[in-house]
Each structure stands twice: as structure tokens, then as C-alpha cells.
């Protein structure tokens, strides 16, 4: 068997969890050893490759770029990770949801013009940021999920507990504490 | 997008209670009137109705019923006098006046307009009849017509059901309606006469 | 008061004629999961948190309302028991809008322990996103919808510890909500005599001390029941 | 009064009665086709006619083919006439007197009326609603006549429990036994309630025997209290139904004057007042507990059972719960004997049973039959089928709590077994027939949405599983759920039927369950192309806007 090949993907977050998959410390160079870090903010590969055992995956979809981004990762990865509580629930990026129906126009209007101090402007050149979906979604409402790592961020703890599953060649997943959202 | 059916309003009111008839249900057990209810010839029946209940608390929905008959609507002010009437706790008589869809917190058209949504006139087309009256009247249901002219409503079922799909005009249950039949009856209800 | 036996998960328990299957199960040292239960009030059984399976009855029974009788034969951990719960948790964090990272009882939420408790790792159902305010208007309190249950524990308390009946629930379904007298802010409420039991009661981050912020939120709910057993067994002599 | 007054109250009323009477039918369905016009232009006409000593018009409760209505009966001669017009009141009075008419005649010996037995109904559209004398003369009140003083509470409720009667509200508990723990049960003061909030869409029985014979259920109460030993009752009715409520309201007055109803009655030592409770518009007040929360003034939210209300109900009282129908059947029960009754039905659904037949059906209305009809003959036979030749796709039964009954189950006999092995239940009787137009998932989608809106809120499970249901619904008959929504909807249809506080919420899922049984295909129709359970990626990208 080939070395494991592992992935990291930042969708619609605050990169909190990947602040603290860096708190692994030590743990990384075992893990280093062991596995081959094929995609992730953290390294400089600019397309998810094909083939990935597992992924990580940080935020909720909020726009069209996490859309599809997400599609192209299910594709080509065999585990799933919804990696802290926006991955798993939306969490913060989905309070716009709130707003309705119409939340993508919405969230813009409350952002660049209500609580503007200066420059009440919305964007509007093409691609200056991504076409926002109308409502934020957690990972599982677009795509399978095979293992869920709630916390806001996990603690370096719970990422390695269920890295340690990965390494053992178990189905990841967590228990107990290791469970629990905020 | 998907989960818009579960959306609903915000539903706490942020307008402070009219103070005007001071009378926090726990020093009133013999409050008077004020002047202005008083003067009103409604509060006297009404009092007098609750006296045929000998001021049971149990009677607290017949006594709305009976406020909501003679005022129209139940406004703060009334919910007070009940409470204080009945010894009740004002979150009491508010809990219970939400709970039934029968009272209506907020004033009424001059016409009302019950479209029935049960079985028997949902399989025969009662809700193509309730769509053309909101499209007509330019409310949806449980609303009011901005002259206040029409008070558009659904009822589960009125038990009208062999007559099915059955709308009621001001308390009158016409059968069998449609959607031309409907507008028919709302003509001069509604503003654009049509 | 005569005694009565009976058999919670194989394990034979002995309590008090009257007491519910919950209160022997405590005090055998068995553990069933409740979140509209509070020591010193009455029970709603609304929660079904605490529902268990007893032998010879076809329905799920409420642990909490449920006394208990000679010779039953109880569960409160079987596999059906464990999936109701975990959905029943689902369903409620998908009501309302719980985000716990943002909330001033996150680590001190009954609501967030039980889902963890009960291996829910994430919710299934679509999240509602619907739209409820903050009341801000009292000085020391403020009551967040977004966060409410309705659990009605603040409302028992209002209503049998402190004796004001300041708070009910208004409206019906999802649609219910926790009001003060009549829904007006709870600043201006005429009957609030400012206790601060209800904050105390709220299992939840929805009733809070204002000034609290993320996880700031810590309650000790037993002082209720203190309260309420010192009255009953007049412990208190002045 | 004594039963000397009420025996000459009765042949008074038998001996004062005219050559001819015209009954002109006074239930809901009619007055909305101008029924009380149609009387007063009867009444008129006889008067002009100078035939005042010779024909009574009798205002009546429900003649049962609502749909033809308003419809008017002239006695004797067993004739009816169907959708009468003001204008018609002239001729049809002069027919009386052997002239022709072109009024639109009805036929009574059609299966519709035909296969009819009636008990319940029995003066329904007889008897005048509005008169006690009318009632009396009737047989009315003999029944609680001789249970005081011929029967002990004990041997009247063995009769009940004899008779086989069961609940007509829909669970179909035995009636007697009911009684016989609140009789057990020791406490001064104990309650009798009649539970007409009658919710379901498409159920209006209760309505009618308001409606049309007030003084059986006030008779079927008091003999109640009397087995019980309660000396007060409520009967609770909707708010949407103002003329039974008025027609109640006149019932009691007159009882409580002439001694029927109040403190001695028949100069026994029993006591036994009643008053009505009005609802205000929440379908979860049909639920027992609900239902005494909301007659002790309160939110209408259930409570857990165990106690049940014949332990601990009203003001934490004994409390027995019936629903209208249930007594009504009282009195005859008592005046033709257990046996007679027992006689009638199935092995374990005894008597008759009273359904309303709405929907798409030829002949809508009231029918009161055997139990153990069955559902073809119900619809096929007497309802005459689903208009315009179409034919029937399924029966639902047991409104929102109930399901649907596909047409090819409708050689089913009606019974409280057979139609909960058919995944439905027998409710309070509304029956509403479905022709093929109608689609499954639409109809599951509506009652769905009804139990969410109806729903208290107290427990989870139904407060926000019906919510989500009803959110899987909609995605579903919007061609946008998945196999993993429908799987989602269905494990939680198990859990909410599972889990919920009461009735509302247990049997919330029965119309999913039931459509999907026996429909699923049309489900399976209107799922999204996807895999996995997850829409396909053109699905999703297509929906992202």
C-alpha cells in the first residue's frame, strides 16, 4: 500500500481549523512521515488532484467557488472529513441565512452599505467576489460526508484522534467530548 | 432557496403596552374603569357577562369570546381588563388569547372572508378559489385589506364539507364556489371593484 | 411511605410508592437523559428526552411523569431509545438558530452536552434559519429566542418558585414563543420582580445576564430546588 | 316533573300532529342554499293556502344528501324533493293537495337512503331541533327515565358493556368500560364531558347531531352521569359552529325548565346541570387532555398519560370523555336493550356508524350504516360513485390522524380493526373520496401541513418533526428531494408516530405512511435524478441561483 494521500480544503471559513490543525505540533512531522499532503492552503498545489484518501474540509458552502470546488473534491476523494462547525453545521457563515430568501443581496447590503463608515459602495466589478449563494449550506446538504469533526475550531486534540483512526487504517470517527459543537 | 417554507416572521412585538389603564393584575381585583372605559357602554357588558360567571377563572375563553364580539378585536388595554376581571396574570390571558386562531389580536375589515381549506373543498378546488381572492384583494390570507374594507381568512373546516368548497361571506356559508363565484361576491368589497 | 420495587435495565431498584421511573432511576444510579425536567418544579413532559421503554406497555413512556409500579420492568437504553434521542436533539437544533460558538452558554449548555452525549455529530435535517429577536430591554436579564426551546422551565418558575406568572408562552407550534405579561418588552413587564429564578432555570444560552458573552454563561440550576425544598420541609426558621 | 308529565308531553305532541307535514331541512348544508327562506315561503303558503289546520311546516335537522339540498319531505306519502327554491313553496304546498308540481323530486328509495340503518340518526330530520316536545315525542328522556329508576349505576353500565358500544371519536375504546372505571374511581366530584370539537376536515357527524337531535346527546349525558356518578357536564364544541351551538344552547334552556336537566330530575335525588364550553379554533382541543385544559381556561396543550382523565381529569377530577356521537347512542341503547344492539355489526364493532361522505362523489352527505359495510358499498353504491363517470383512486378516512384506502381495498368491511390493518383508522367518520386526478404526495403534503400549523408546541417531536416533514414533503412534490429525503421523511415518520406527546402528533404521519404504502410510486415519480441520495452535480449547480 502507497502512502496515504491527504488533502486540506478552506471553503467558506475563517481558517480557524486550520490554525488548529497547526497546534498538532510535533504530531505533524509524524504525520509527515507517514502520509503525503497532496492539497491544501497550506502548501502551494493549485488543482485538487485525483486520488485523495481523505479530506478535510474546512467552512460551509457560501458561494459558487465552494460549490463547485466541493463538487470537484467529492469526486476525487474517498473520505470525507466536515472539518468544525462550519463544515458541520454552518455555523457563523449561515446566520445570513436568516435573512431570507433573498440573503446573498441582503448580506452585501448590510456589509458594504449599512454598517459602512466610508465608501457605501457594493462590489460590483465581475469576479471581485465569488456570486454568493442564497443560502449557506453545511457540507452534507450538498455532498456525503463520511465522518463529522465538530468544534469551533477542533481542538488539535480531536484532529488528531481522528488522524490517528486514518493511520490505523480505521473508519474515522469521533466520540464522546470530542463531539461537541461551539 | 430550500428551506424558505419554514421561514416564518419575527413575532415578538417591540411596541410597549398601553399603560393608560395601569392595572397589573395583581392590585385589581376591584380596580375601577377608567374615565374612558367608563364612558363605554361595551366594558358595563362585558363586566356584567363575567358576573354570570361569578368571575371563574375557567371562563377566561368565554369571557373572550364575549370581549372579542363586542370590541371587534382583543386589544392590550382589553386583555388587561379581563385579566384584572378574572385575577389572571396578564402573560395568562395573552398565552391563551394566541393559542386559538379564533380571536384576532388585531383590528378587523368591515367584511370578513373565510375561505375553508378542508379535505372535502381542498379536493375540489378551494385552493385555486382562495388563490384568486388573494390575487384579487392583493392580501394574503390572515391579512387586511389596506382600507380595512376585507379581512381575508382559511378555516380548517367548517364541517360545510357536502357542499364542498364552501366560503363564508360575513358569516353567511355560500356552497359550492369557484373562483368567478368567489370575485363575484367580493365585487364592491374591494377597492378596485373587481 | 411503602416501598416499591422494580427493574430499571436488568438492575433491581427499590423507591418510594409515588416516585417517578426518573426519580428511582437517580437513585439507583442510573442515568436518563431530561432537559424540560428541573428539580423543584413540576413536570411537563414535553422534552422526550427522558422517554423509556417498560415491558407490557406499547407506548414510550416520559420517565418524569411516569410513577412507578410493583414488579415493572424498565429501559432506558435501548438502541430505538438512543436514535429518538439523538433525532429529537437534531430536530431541535435545527429549529432554531443555536450557534454555539457565537453563544453565551457555549460549554455550559445542557442542549449542546446532551447532543454530545447522545453522539450526535451532526444534524440530518435542513437547518430552519427562521428569524426571532433579542430582548435586550430588561437591565440585568435579556432573553434570546433564537436560543429557546421551549422548555417552559423559566415559565414554571415564574409561575410556582417566584409566584409572579410574568412569563407564559404565547402563540402555538413553531410559532410559540416565551413572553413577558402581555409580549411587551420584558423592561417594561409590570409584574417582573427582577429574581433572576428563570435565567437561573434556562437550560439553554436564551435567558442570560446581560454583559455575559461567549461562554460566560454559568448557572447552577439546584439552587432552585433548594429554594423549593427549604420551603416545603420549612428548614428555614428566623 | 314526573314521567306521568312527560308521557302526556309526548302524546300531545303525538295527538296535536296535522294531516300533512312538510319537513324543510334546517341543518348548516341546506341554509346556505336558503333552506330558511324555502321555510318561511312554506309557512307563508300554507297560510295563504288556508290550509293552516291542516299542514305543518316542521323546521328539521339534517335530511343527509346535502349535496341536493335544500331538501324538503312531505309526510305521508314518503316524498322528497330536492333543491328547492322560495319560489317552489306555493306549488308544493298545493301538491299536498293533490295538484301537480315541476318541483325537483327526490328519489327515497335510492341505495343512498336505502342501505341507511339508522340509530343515531334516527330523528334526524324528524324531530324539529329547536322544540323539546318534539324530542319527547320521539320516545326522548324515557331512557334516563328508567335508568333511575330501574337500574343501579352498576347494571346500567354492564348494559352499556353489553351493548358492545365502542368510542365514536375514533380510538375506539369500549365505551362501557370507560364508564366503569370512572365509576370506580372514588372522589365527590367527578365530570362528564362531551367532546364535539369535532376538527377533522371533512368530518361533520358531530355537526349534524348537533345540529338535528341536541336533546340525544343531553339524554346520552345525563344517563352517563348517572353510571358515573357525576353531577355536572360540559359539552365542549367548536366555535365553528355556531348553529349547533345555538341550537344546544336552546336544548339545555328548554330541558333545564321542565325539570330535565338540573337539580331532581324526575323528583330522584340525581343532579345533573351541563354547560357548554365554546372552542376557539385549535384542532389539538379534540385530544382528551388538551381538551379539559382548554375547558378549565387554559392553552389547549396535552398532557402525558398515565393519569387518564377517568383517574384524575378536570380540575384533577374523574372524568369521563365521550364524543357526541358515542352518546347518542346511549338512549336507544338503553330503551331496546343491550341485546339489540349487540345484534347489529361486526363481531367487535357493534351498532351503526355514521359517516360523512365528501369529496369526489356523486351523492355528498350523511350516512348511518351497519358497521361492517363495506367501503365499496359506501361509496360505490350509496355515494353513487365519483362524479362524471371518473373513477375512484382511494377513500381517506380518519382526517388528518386517518389515511388513505386505495379503491382496490374497498371491498373492506368498516371497522375499527380492519381499517388500522389498512394503515388508516375510522376517526370520527369524515370520508372523502379521491378520484384519480387527485396526486398522493400532494394530499400527504396538505395534512401535513395542517398538523404543523395545528400542532401546540409543547413536545419536540411534533412540534418541529412535523415541521420538517413538511419541509421533505414540499422538496418532494417540488421534484427536488432525493431517495436520502424520502428515506429521512419515513424515519421520521416512525419517530415522530413514536415519540409525540399525543394523538396530534403519533398519528401526523399516518397520511405519508398510508399514500406511501400504497402510492409510492408517485414518490418515487417526483424524486430528483441524483445518486447517493445526493442530487446530481447538474442538479445542483442548476439550483444554486
Redesign the interface.
Known sequence: MGRLRIATVWLGGCSGCHMSFLDLDEFLIDLAGKVDLVYSPLIDVKEYPENVDVCLIEGAVCNRDNLEMLLDVRERTKVLVSFGDCAVTGNVPAIRNQLGARSSENVLQTAYIDNAQANQRLPSKDGIIPTLLERVRPIHEVVAVEAYMPGCPPSAQRIRALLECVLEGRPPKLEGEMLRFG | ?????????????????N?ETTT???KTAVAALTPLQASDKRYKILEAHIKKYQG???????V??KAQELFGFLE?SL??FVGSRLKL????????A??????KLKPQGAHTCVVC????????GSDRVLAAIEQSAGIKSGETTEDKQLSLMT??????????P?VVYD?????KQDPESALAQLKGWLPHGN | MAAKTLNINGKQVSADEGATILEAAIEAGIKIPTLCHLDGVYDAGACRLCLVEVTGVNKLLSACTTRIAEGMEVHTDTEQLRKYRRMTLELLFAERNHTCSACVSNGHCELQALAWQNGMDHVRYDYCFPRWSVDASHPRYGLDHNRCILCTRCVRVCWHIEGAGTKNVAGRGAKSFIIDDLAQPWGDSETCTSCGKCVIACPTGALFTRGSTVAEMERDPSKLAFIVNARERKQWVV | MVIEDLVEIAEKERAGGKKTIIRCCMAASCMSSRSEAVKAGLEKAVKDAGLSDQVEVRGVGCMRLCCQGPLVGVEPGNILYQKVEPEDAASLVASTQGAPTDVERGDPEQPFFKKQLSIVLSNSGVVDPERIESYIGADGYKALHSVLFEMTPKELIDHIIASGLRGRGGAGYPTGLKWATVAKTPSAQKYVVCNGDEGDPGAFMDRSVLESDPHSVLEGMAIAGYAVGANQGFIYVRAEYPLAIKRLQIAIRQARQIGLIGSGIFESPFHFTVDIRIGAGAYVCGEETALMASIEGKRGTPRPRPPFPAESGLWNSPTLINNVETFANIAPIVRKGADWYASIGTAKSKGTKVFALAGKIENTGLIEVPMGTTLRQIVEEMGGGAPGGASIKAVQTGGPSGGCIPANELDTPVDYESLTRLGSIMGSGGMIVMDESTRMPEVARYFMEFCMDESCGKCIPCRAGTAQMHHLLDRIVKRQGTARDLATLEELCDMVARTSLCGLGQNAPNPVRSTLRYFRNEYLALLAPGSNGQLAREEQTANSH
Open positions: 432557496m430550500r428551506a424558505e417554507g419554514l421561514d416564518h416572521q419575527v413575532y415578538c412585538r417591540s411596541r410597549p403596552v399603560t397589573p393584575w395583581d371563574r377563572q375557567d371562563a377566561l375563553i368565554e373572550l369570546h392590550d386583555l388587561l396574570p396578564p402573560s395568562r390571558v395573552y398565552g391563551v394566541t393559542f386559538y386562531h379564533y380571536f381549506l378542508g379535505t372535502a373543498c381542498y379536493v375540489r378555516a380548517r373546516c367548517i364541517g360545510a364539507c357536502s357542499i364542498a364552501a358569516g353567511v356559508i355560500h356552497p
